[in-house]
């Protein structure tokens, strides 16, 4: 069992800059790919980014290209999300989650966190 606890999210104008972590226990950590995706109110779960187990490959949502970066450190069993430039439109509970298979869909993904909220003032 892998449990998944994001942190960082909180209240940020317009322009500026988060860093979301999602700490993971469990030894399977550095065997899967993880995900950010987010949720605004009324809205479906949509994909923001994953990296591979190895750190080697990553992708973003053309939502976010260029201002949002995953990354993670395997030794300290933790994936980020350093999000610059912040729109009102990024304001939502943003998830993390670890699967087998790094992928867009949130089925791929068999561990999820409980989401932190991020709100962008404009």
């Known amino acids: 069992q892998v449990e998944l606890v994001e942190s960082g999210g909180g209240l940020v104008q317009a322009g500026g800059s988060l860093r979301l972590s999602c700490a993971a226990s469990?030894?399977?950590?550095?065997?899967?790919?993880m995900a950010w995706f987010r949720q605004a109110p009324g809205k479906e779960r949509e994909f923001v980014a994953f990296?591979?187990?190895?750190?080697?490959?990553?992708y973003a949502s053309d939502s976010v290209k260029g201002r949002f970066t995953i990354s993670r450190d395997n030794a300290k069993n933790t994936v980020y999300l350093q999000m610059n430039n912040l729109k009102p439109a990024d304001a939502a509970v943003y998830y993390c989650?670890?699967?087998?298979?790094?992928?867009?869909?949130?089925?791929?993904?068999?561990?999820w966190g409980q989401g932190t909220q991020v709100t962008v003032s404009s």
């Open positions: 990296i591979t187990w190895s750190g080697g490959g990553t």
């Open positions: 469990g030894r399977t950590f550095s065997s899967m790919a």
């Open positions: 989650a670890g699967g087998f298979v790094a992928a867009i869909g949130t089925s791929s993904y068999d561990y």
